[in-house]
């Protein structure tokens, strides 16, 4: 079975601060994907990331971060600086190949960020 | 890039009515769709998993009775709400799995808001 825990719900910030985003999930696969989206108020997905099982070298894009750790099976999402635009809700997903193309989402986090 | 778009974004109704939402890959070609449902603070919960040309597979507790998927074509899904109820009030949301990608690649449709009165 496969499962996807992001156990913080909310996160407050205020603008500039850091925040990172917790995301623990649970596979036998030896071969997943990863996955972040945001989803802001409108409710369209905004693909962020994927990652593949076989690739745990960490990422950067822009004021975005991520934190691929197999041993603790954790894929960490941190936004540096954050600003108003970044207050939305942010889901981590796996994708194995015993379920091909289906996507396990996690419960999600909102984040708010106030000015 | 690869587009999904969704028909209508959102939708008001009578209880038991039926309503039909659609899903059009605009600029790949899409064997499987995939339905999702999300209620309101909610995560995304998969509901089936359509495949042109052929039945739709749906996920554990999903009636498919009550909601009728249709792929006719590489580039259209639809679900049907038959008889709906305020219950099935909901965001519905559909991805398509671009056809050629190693990996299965899914690119999620803009999302259809359904009230049921």
């Known amino acids: 079975a496969q499962k996807v825990t992001q156990a913080q719900t909310e996160i407050s910030v205020v603008e500039k601060e850091d925040v990172t985003l917790d995301c623990v999930y649970e596979?036998?696969?030896?071969?997943?994907?990863l996955f972040w989206y945001k989803q802001p108020p409108s409710g369209e997905l905004v693909f962020l990331i994927r990652?593949?099982?076989?690739?745990?070298q960490n990422e950067i894009s822009g004021r975005y971060s991520w934190n691929f750790q197999k041993s603790t099976s954790s894929f960490n999402f941190t936004i540096t600086a954050s600003q108003v635009v970044d207050s939305a809700v942010y889901f981590c997903?796996?994708?194995?190949?015993?379920?091909?193309?289906?996507?396990?989402f996690g419960a999600g986090t909102q984040v708010v960020v106030t000015p | 890039g690869a587009v999904v778009s969704q028909h209508p974004s959102w939708v008001i109704c009578k209880s038991g009515t039926s309503v039909k939402i659609e899903c059009r890959s605009l600029?790949?070609?899409?064997?499987?769709m995939f339905w999702y449902r999300q209620f309101p603070k909610q995560s995304l919960m998969l509901m089936a998993t359509?495949?042109?040309?052929?039945?739709?597979?749906?996920e554990q507790g999903v009636e498919k009775d009550k909601f009728l998927i249709n792929h006719a074509s590489l580039t259209l899904s639809t679900l049907t709400v038959t008889s709906a109820h305020p219950e099935d009030s909901s965001f519905y949301i559909c991805?398509?799995?671009?056809?050629?990608?190693?990996?299965?690649?899914?690119?999620f449709g803009p999302g259809t808001r359904l009230t049921v009165l």
């Open positions: 596979t036998r696969d030896t071969t997943y994907y």
């Open positions: 991805s398509a799995r671009r056809q050629g990608l190693a990996y299965n690649e899914q690119f």
């Open positions: 600029d790949f070609q899409a064997t499987t």
């Open positions: 990652r593949n099982s076989f690739d745990e």
């Open positions: 997903a796996l994708m194995t190949t015993d379920s091909w193309g289906k996507l396990q």
């Open positions: 359509s495949n042109e040309g052929s039945k739709a597979t749906y």
